[in-house]
Structures are given as structure tokens and as C-alpha cells.
């Protein structure tokens, strides 16, 4: 019998009083585990979003947007530039061309509907020279009937090319991605342009008098995307005669932390010869609701183990002012404050372990739901809460209006998938907070128990 | 030898001061058996309470053995209550969801007795004042009053004390358990050489012991 041995059977003098403390505090340790899963898993989504959504700069020359505009292309040598700087991982260039009836095989997958046959008219194409592809059905030859789409041709160093090119999934419907860095004829398509042409996996074409072989076919998930031609970035510089020359790039990097300065960096380098955007306000406004989701779930955190920390404080003090006679005669036989006080410490403790053990069970089962009702609730707060109120609303308008394209479908998962779960980091953090509950629970009644004279032994008979 | 001097004890009760020992003096010789007798609210327990280093006198001096232990220090204080004194209540006082060896051995705990040297006294004290054939392991509850304060006797002898000081030890008890708890406080006393000092209102008891101090309203009336 020790001061340990005789704390831990004190938490058992009274049973049903010591059970329903436990499971009290078990409840609000409980919440603690809850919260913390809540908070970790949030800021782990914080941290895969900042890494994964938005941590792209885009670089195009200065006047240009894909077809549109004029201007000088970018070089090779300057982004090689770019790709040293600091955070950035990765720097996919891409040279886009479009391929007329007389330099390809091919006939676009997308039908030029009304929109189509408008642009063409507004840009002259359907009176001047042939510069899309024409179905020659006119005696002159030289003035469009009817004509189809164009054919984008991309080279591009990185299969990430096709990804950034505003599509969410990628899926290999046969065949795989080409080296990008070796001069080689070959090609990856969309479905819907290997399906206008017949196109398999082997399939050869031509384009630029050359004869290309189809090594892989993609589905990106969306027509447009899905009606393009991937080439080796070197083989279309060399075909065109546009060597070295680059008319976009995408620029990635390590953590959307680091957009704004690399972005800066960037546009320093490069000057006036390019125009570089990020989409650093989107990030912003996607993370920020989880970012509130976080503090929330601190906060709650903090209260719960304020809240466990004052039942067992009253619990403590409630048990201190029963036995103020028995401490006094413990005093009186010889134990020192320390020695009474370590023992209601274990006692203590003893009643929080066994509430950690219950609550962990109840932290594991309401972790997840927890966390999604925080995320759901914050969420539903942000959307009914007027137009001019939290960044949530904005992230969620963010997110309707960002499109098909990657960033607004993967902040939506963002937002709607987080899953909490109970690690041995949790449960760690978990008990030492039980501990500290334990701890701060016992601080105000050990002072009582010093207070407690000896002499009470005596005077309350 | 147990030295009392002028000993003096007032409480503060609302903006009055109430005397509750007036210049008490007296002496206790080693190994010798006394009792205080006197009404309720004549100061006995709190005369108790000083001797034991429960309280502290608002004046005078206590000297057991040449010590004075109203100026003992608290960390000195546990310990001379703890090796120096042994106290036996009215109400027992024992620890309810110990066992009798575990109240037992509890104060030689406090005085770093090894754990099996501490059992084995116990059990050999609970012997002596009877407690045996398993009731040694039960606990308080499971024991009756005569039995109980036979244990808080074997607790009090636990670290070979000086001096016993008994508040009421058969007040809750009918008279044949009160001579049985008197007459193996006397013997054990007798046979460990300790002084004991009884508070008691039973003169047939007071009778019995070497001397008898009687208290009346906080002062000493008679010695005999």
C-alpha cells in the first residue's frame, strides 16, 4: 500500500458517484479527441490543398492567350530560368499550333455549330484565305463553303500538360504518354478527335508531311480537351520551325504559400516579354473556410478541456471537503501536504485515465461526423449568410464559378472531403491533455488539502 | 518527561475572544498513565490537540523530552507527530477503505518504514490487541466499535511513540468494551514504556490511571 495504490482505490470508494464522473468526463474528452482529429484532418486538407490546388503560376507572352492576341513567343532559355528558382518543382511548357487541311490528316472531333461558323466569320476566315480547315466544295478553291474546326497540335515536355489544360481527370483509354523529352514522331489524342478519324493505339497520321504514330489515348473528361493532339515538344519546335520557342508554361510550386513571392520573381525575370497570373485569391478563399473550420475546432477543443478540467476540479473539491477529517487524521498520524496531495493527484488521474479510455472510444466514433457537421455547418452558414458576409461564401462562388477546370472541382473536394481519424499522434495529444485536465483539476484541491489543519480530526467529532 | 508551562489557547469567535486553556502547567513523568478529565467545553481536546502538536498555543511552552514543540518548524512538526506521537479518537478515526494492517502500517509509511517490516509490525500489534483469524484484512465497516478503536490502538503504538494521547477512547463504546480498550491501553503502554495522557469523562476510568488533572473552564482545578 503506497500513495499511488491508495489513490487509485479512493477513485473507487464510490462507485456510482465514480462512474458517473467518468463518463461525464469522458464526454468532454471525448470531444477533446474529436476536436483534435477535427483540427488535424482540417489542417491536413489546409496543407494537401496548398499543395495541390492552385500552387500553379501561368506564363504566357506578353499579348497573348492561346490563339488569341500577338506578340513574341517565350524561349526555351527562359523559362530554364524560371525553373531554378526557389519552390518551384516543376515548369511545363507547352507550343501550340493549329493544323490546316493541308498540313494534317486530320479532321476536327467537334462540329463548328453556330458559335464555331460566328467566330469564323467574325475573324474573315470564311472569305479570305483558307487558314482553317476547309471542306473545298467551291469551284475557286479558294473560298470556304463549309469547313470544320481546327486541329490544336500541343508539344509539350510533361504529361501534365494535358491536366493543366483545364481538366480534372485524366484517364488512359489505351496505349500511354510518349517520352516528352526525345525527338520522336509520335502522338497522344483525345477521344473525341481518335474517334472522328478512327484512331487506335498504332494508328498512324500525318501532320506537317510527316507521318505520326498514335502511341496514346486520353480521355481529360470534356470535349474540347478531349479534341487535341500531344507531340513531343522538341518534334513540333523542329516541324513548325519555331525553335526554342515556347507559347505557354505552366509553373508549379511546392506550396500555394509561395505563390505571390515566386510569382513576383517571375514577372522580375521575365519583364515585359510575358504576362504571369496565379490564382492566388482563389486559394485564399478556398482555404480561408477551412482555415475557420480549424479555429473552430481549437476553440472547441480548448472548451472541452476547460470544461473537463472544472468536473473534475468540482469533483475534486467535493471529495476533498468529505474527507476533510480523514485528511486531518492522515495529517495527525504523520503525512505531510505533499504526500495527502499526490495521493488525490492519482486519484485524480485515475478518474481522467478511465475517462480517457471511454472517450477515446467516443472520440474515434464521433470524430468523423463531428468534423464533417463543423465543415457542413460552416458551409451552410457561409452560403445563407448574405452576399456580403464570410470568405466561405466566396470560396463556394469560387468553386461554382471556376468551371470544369481543375481548381474549382478539386477545391469543392477541398470543402467535401475531409475525413477525420484517430491516430497514435491524436491519442498521444489526447492523453497528455487528459493529463493536463488531471492536473488542473487537482491544483485548487490541493490547496484545500493544505489548508486543512490537523487539528480537524479532533474538532469535527 | 512531558513539561507543560503557562500553556494559553484563544479563539476568535466574531469580535470576541474566547479562552479556551488559561495558564496551564503541569508535568508528565516517562511511562506514566494520566488522565484530564472535566465537562464538555472544558478544554480537553483542545489540550489534546496542543500536546499533540495539533494546534499550536497562543502562549506557553510544551517540552516532551527537552524538545519544545511549539517552536518545532511544520516540516518537524509531521515528524514528531508522526514518530514521536500516537493518538487514538473517540470516532476511531480510521481510514474506511483501508484494511485494519493497512490502517496499521499507514503511519510507518509516513516514516519510510520498509514495506514487509511495516506489515509484519502490524500484524504483530493487531495481534496484541486482538484482532485476528482474518479480521485483520477486513476493513473499518466490517469491524465492530470495540474492535475498530483496538486497531486505531494498534495504529497509535505503530512507530514506537513517546506518548499516547487518548480523546474519548471508550466515549463509543457500552462499558465492557470501554474497560476491555482501557485495561489493553494501560497494559500495552505499560509493556512499550510510553506515556499516555486520557481525555475522559468516565471517573471510574479516570480512577484507574496514575494521576488525574481536572479542567473547568479552561484551567486546571485539581491534580490528583
Known amino acids: 500500500m503506497n500513495i499511488i495504490s491508495r489513490g487509485i482505490r479512493n477513485a473507487f470508494r464510490n462507485t456510482v458517484r465514480s462512474g458517473s464522473i467518468i463518463i461525464i468526463l469522458a464526454l468532454s474528452i471525448g470531444l477533446v479527441i474529436a476536436m483534435l482529429a477535427a483540427r488535424q484532418a482540417v489542417q491536413d486538407k489546409i496543407t494537401s490543398v496548398k499543395a495541390n490546388t492552385g500552387n500553379t503560376i501561368t506564363i504566357s507572352p506578353a499579348g497573348v492567350r492561346g490563339f488569341d492576341g500577338g506578340g513574341n513567343p517565350l524561349t526555351s532559355d527562359q523559362l530554364a530560368k524560371v525553373a531554378k528558382i526557389n519552390h518551384v518543382t516543376k515548369v511545363v511548357e507547352t507550343l501550340n499550333d493549329r493544323l490546316t487541311s493541308s498540313s494534317t490528316s486530320l479532321k476536327s472531333g467537334i462540329d463548328p455549330g453556330s458559335l464555331g461558323k460566328r467566330n469564323a466569320s467574325n475573324s474573315g476566315i470564311s472569305e479570305g484565305p483558307v487558314m482553317f480547315r476547309l471542306d473545298d466544295s467551291g469551284s475557286d478553291g479558294a473560298t470556304a463553303h463549309t469547313f470544320t474546326m481546327p486541329v490544336t497540335i500541343t508539344g509539350t515536355n510533361d504529361e501534365s500538360a494535358i491536366k493543366t489544360a483545364g481538366t480534372t481527370s485524366l484517364t488512359w483509354k489505351g496505349g500511354k504518354m510518349f517520352d516528352t523529352t526525345a525527338d520522336t514522331n509520335v502522338a497522344v489524342v483525345g477521344t473525341q478527335i481518335a474517334d472522328k478519324n478512327n484512331l487506335s493505339v498504332g494508328s498512324i497520321f500525318t501532320a506537317y508531311n510527316t507521318t505520326f504514330t498514335v502511341v496514346g489515348i486520353y480521355d481529360a473528361g470534356n470535349t474540347f480537351n478531349n479534341d487535341r493532339v500531344y507531340i513531343p515538344l522538341p518534334t513540333l519546335q523542329k516541324l513548325s520551325n519555331q525553335s526554342s520557342d515556347i507559347t505557354g508554361a505552366t509553373v508549379m510550386i511546392d506550396s500555394s504559400d509561395n505563390l505571390t513571392n515566386v510569382t513576383n520573381t517571375i514577372k522580375s525575370q521575365l519583364g515585359s516579354a510575358a504576362d504571369v497570373t496565379n490564382s492566388a485569391d482563389v486559394v485564399a478563399a478556398i482555404t480561408a473556410p477551412l482555415e475557420s473550420v480549424a479555429s473552430i475546432a481549437l476553440f472547441s477543443l480548448i472548451g472541452a478541456i476547460i470544461a473537463g478540467a472544472i468536473i473534475i476540479l468540482l469533483t475534486m473539491i467535493m471529495v476533498v471537503r468529505e474527507r476533510r477529517r480523514e485528511i486531518g487524521v492522515m495529517k495527525a498520524i504523520g503525512a505531510s501536504n505533499l504526500v495527502i496531495m499526490w495521493q488525490f493527484i492519482v486519484e485524480a488521474i485515475t478518474l481522467t485515465l478511465l475517462a480517457l479510455i471511454v472517450g477515446t472510444g467516443i472520440g474515434v466514433i464521433a470524430a468523423t461526423p463531428l468534423t464533417n457537421a463543423l465543415v457542413s455547418n460552416d458551409s451552410t452558414n457561409s452560403t445563407d449568410s448574405g452576399p456580403s458576409t464570410t470568405q466561405m461564401r466566396g470560396a463556394r462562388r469560387m468553386m461554382r464559378f471556376a468551371g470544369p477546370g481543375q481548381l474549382g472541382q478539386a477545391s469543392q473536394r477541398a470543402i467535401e472531403t475531409i475525413q477525420a481519424s484517430v491516430g497514435g499522434a491524436t491519442l498521444a495529444k489526447g492523453a497528455a491533455l487528459a493529463l493536463i485536465i488531471a492536473i488542473l483539476g487537482s491544483a485548487a484541491p490541493s490547496l484545500m488539502i493544505s489548508k486543512i489543519k490537523p487539528a480537524d480530526a479532533m474538532r469535527n467529532e | ?224
Do not use: C, W
Not at chain 2, 481510514?95 to 506489515?119: D, G, K
Not at chain 2, 465492530?144 to 487518548?166: F, T, Y
Not at chain 2, 494501560?186 to 499516555?196: A, C, G, K, M
Open chain 2, 1 to 224: 518527561m512531558l513539561v507543560v508551562k503557562d500553556i494559553t489557547k484563544q479563539f476568535k469567535q466574531g469580535d470576541d475572544t474566547v479562552t479556551a486553556l488559561n495558564k496551564l502547567s503541569f508535568t508528565v513523568n516517562d511511562g506514566e498513565f494520566v488522565s484530564i478529565v472535566g465537562k464538555s467545553g472544558a478544554g480537553k481536546s483542545t489540550l489534546l490537540g496542543i500536546l499533540g502538536a495539533l494546534d499550536t498555543p497562543t502562549s506557553g511552552s510544551i517540552e516532551i523530552g527537552n524538545t519544545d514543540i511549539a517552536k518545532l518548524s511544520d516540516r518537524k512538526l509531521i515528524s514528531y507527530r508522526n514518530t514521536s506521537i500516537g493518538f487514538v479518537f473517540q470516532s476511531y478515526n480510521l481510514i474506511p477503505n483501508l484494511t485494519a494492517v493497512e490502517n496499521v502500517m499507514l503511519p510507518m509509511e509516513f516514516a519510510h518504514v520498509p514495506s514487509q517490516e511495516r506489515r509484519d509490525r502490524a500484524i504483530q500489534l493487531l495481534e496484541e490487541v486482538g484482532i485476528t483469524d482474518g479480521r485483520e484484512r477486513r476493513k473499518p465497516g466490517k469491524l465492530s466499535g470495540g474492535e475498530q478503536q483496538r486497531v486505531s490502538i494498534a495504529r497509535a503504538l505503530a512507530n514506537h511513540p513517546k506518548l499516547i494521547l487518548a480523546d474519548e477512547p471508550t466515549g463509543n463504546l457500552d462499558s465492557e468494551n470501554g474497560k476491555m480498550i482501557f485495561n489493553l491501553l494501560h497494559t500495552l503502554s505499560r509493556s512499550e514504556n510510553t506515556t499516555v495522557v486520557v481525555v475522559t469523562h468516565d471517573l471510574d476510568i479516570a480512577g484507574k490511571t496514575d494521576r488525574t488533572f481536572a479542567l473547568s473552564d479552561g484551567k486546571l482545578v485539581s491534580k490528583k
